[in-house]
C-alpha cells in the first residue's frame, strides 16, 4: 500500500501536469506587423524557437514554472512565465532607442583588406539539425590599426534549399560574444552559395584593436510557395565550411544553441575554426 501512496504522488506532481503548450504572434509596436523569424528561448534550457514569417510561434512541454525569453538587439527584452502567456494570443514588442554611428567621412581608396579565416583551406565542416545553432569566431585587426568593416564573409560546404541565416558582430569581452553591434537587415539566404558576402560599408563600424566576434545563427529553410520539404530537408543545416588548427594559435571558436557559449567539440589538440572573414578598408 504504501509503493502504491508513492506513486500516485509522483504522477500527480504539479510538475508533470502543468507540462502545456504556448503559442502567440510577436507583434512590432511602432509598426503594427507581425516580427518574423525571431529568436526566442526558454531560460535556463537548451531548448526555443522562432517565430514564422507569419509572427506565430508555438513551444511544446513546458511548465509553470518555465520563463521565456525575448532577447533581440532590435526590441528590448521580454521576460514571460508560461503560466502568463496561457490566455494571450500577441506579444507587442516595444524597439530599442538607437544612437546612430557618426557619419565618417573616409579618405579615398579602394584598398580593401581581407582579415580572419576566410582564406583557409577547408578540411572539414561544421552542421547539425538544432535550429537555432549559433556558431561564432573572434578576429582581430592584426597589424591594421584605424580598420573599417565593409563586409562579413562566411564559407559554406554544402548549399541547402531556401536556407535563412542571420549575421552577427559581438563585442569582445573577455573571450567571450559580449554586447551586440547594431547591424541593420542582417537576415539572408544563402540557397545556392558557397560564400555570402554581407555588405555593412554604411554602417561604419570600426573594428576594434581587440577584435570582434562574427557570428552566424542558422534559422531554418524557408519554404518558398509550392514547394513540400520533409522534416530532413527542413532541419537540414547549412555547413560552414571549417578546418582545424593547433591549439596553441589560441583561436576562440565557440557555438550554441539556445543556451550559453561554450567551446566547439575539438579532436585531440585541434580547435574547430569556422572559415568566416572581414573585408576591412584602413583609414589613414
Given at each position: 500500500?504504501?509503493?502504491?501512496?508513492?506513486i500516485?504522488?509522483?504522477?500527480?506532481?504539479?510538475?508533470?501536469?502543468?507540462?502545456?503548450?504556448?503559442s502567440?504572434?510577436?507583434?512590432?509596436?511602432?509598426s503594427?506587423?507581425?516580427?518574423?523569424?525571431?529568436?526566442?528561448?526558454?531560460?535556463?534550457?537548451?531548448?526555443?524557437?522562432?517565430?514564422?514569417?507569419?509572427?506565430?510561434?508555438?513551444?511544446?512541454?513546458?511548465?509553470?514554472?518555465?520563463?521565456?525569453?525575448i532577447?533581440?538587439?532590435?526590441?528590448?527584452?521580454i521576460?514571460?512565465?508560461?503560466?502568463?502567456?496561457?490566455?494571450?494570443?500577441?506579444?507587442?514588442?516595444?524597439p530599442?532607442?538607437?544612437?546612430?554611428?557618426?557619419?565618417i567621412?573616409?579618405?579615398?581608396?579602394?584598398?580593401?583588406?581581407?582579415?580572419?579565416?576566410?582564406?583557409?583551406?577547408?578540411?572539414?565542416?561544421?552542421?547539425?539539425d538544432?535550429?537555432?545553432?549559433?556558431?561564432?569566431?573572434?578576429?582581430?585587426?592584426?597589424?591594421?590599426?584605424?580598420?573599417?568593416i565593409?563586409?562579413?564573409?562566411?564559407?559554406?560546404?554544402?548549399?541547402?534549399?531556401?536556407t535563412?541565416?542571420?549575421?552577427?558582430l559581438?563585442?569582445?569581452?573577455?573571450g567571450?560574444?559580449?554586447?551586440?553591434i547594431y547591424?541593420?537587415d542582417?537576415?539572408?539566404?544563402?540557397?545556392?552559395?558557397?560564400?555570402?558576402?554581407?555588405?555593412?560599408?554604411?554602417q561604419?563600424?570600426?573594428?576594434?584593436l581587440?577584435g570582434?566576434?562574427?557570428?552566424?545563427?542558422w534559422i531554418?529553410?524557408?519554404?518558398?510557395?509550392?514547394?513540400i520539404?520533409?522534416?530532413?530537408?527542413?532541419?537540414?543545416?547549412?555547413?560552414?565550411?571549417?578546418?582545424?588548427v593547433?591549439?596553441?594559435?589560441?583561436?576562440?571558436?565557440?557555438?550554441?544553441?539556445?543556451?550559453?557559449w561554450?567551446?566547439?567539440?575539438?579532436?585531440?589538440s585541434k580547435?574547430?575554426?569556422?572559415?568566416f572573414?572581414?573585408?576591412?578598408?584602413?583609414?589613414?
Open positions: 500500500m504504501k509503493n502504491i501512496i508513492i500516485l504522488f509522483v504522477l500527480l506532481s504539479p510538475d508533470l501536469l502543468a507540462q502545456n503548450s504556448v502567440f504572434t510577436v507583434i512590432d509596436s511602432v503594427k506587423q507581425a516580427v518574423p523569424f525571431l529568436k526566442i528561448v526558454v531560460v535556463g534550457k537548451e531548448k526555443g524557437t522562432y517565430s514564422d514569417e507569419h509572427g506565430f510561434a508555438k513551444i511544446d512541454n513546458l511548465s509553470d514554472y518555465d520563463t521565456i525569453s532577447d533581440n538587439i532590435f526590441y528590448q527584452r521576460l514571460l512565465p508560461t503560466k502568463n502567456l496561457r490566455n494571450i494570443k500577441q506579444i507587442i514588442l516595444l530599442k532607442p538607437f544612437i546612430l554611428n557618426e557619419a567621412v573616409k579618405p579615398y581608396s579602394d584598398k580593401e583588406i581581407e582579415i580572419g579565416y576566410s582564406k583557409i583551406r577547408s578540411n572539414g565542416s561544421f552542421g547539425t538544432i535550429i537555432g545553432t549559433e556558431i561564432t569566431v573572434l578576429i582581430k585587426p592584426g597589424d591594421i590599426q584605424n580598420a573599417y565593409n563586409f562579413i564573409i562566411l564559407k559554406f560546404k554544402y548549399k541547402v534549399k531556401n535563412q541565416v542571420r549575421v552577427h559581438y563585442q569582445n569581452e573577455q567571450k560574444p559580449g554586447t551586440e547591424i541593420k542582417n537576415l539572408i539566404s544563402v540557397a545556392g552559395k558557397d560564400e555570402v558576402r554581407f555588405n555593412i560599408v554604411n561604419h563600424i570600426k573594428l576594434p581587440e570582434m566576434f562574427v557570428s552566424m545563427e531554418g529553410n524557408n519554404k518558398v510557395k509550392g514547394e520539404y520533409n522534416e530532413a530537408e527542413f532541419k537540414s543545416s547549412p555547413r560552414v565550411k571549417a578546418t582545424t593547433n591549439q596553441k594559435r589560441k583561436v576562440i571558436s565557440l557555438f550554441r544553441s539556445y543556451g550559453k561554450e567551446p566547439i567539440p575539438r579532436s585531440d580547435v574547430y575554426l569556422p572559415l572573414g572581414l573585408i576591412v578598408q584602413e583609414q589613414k
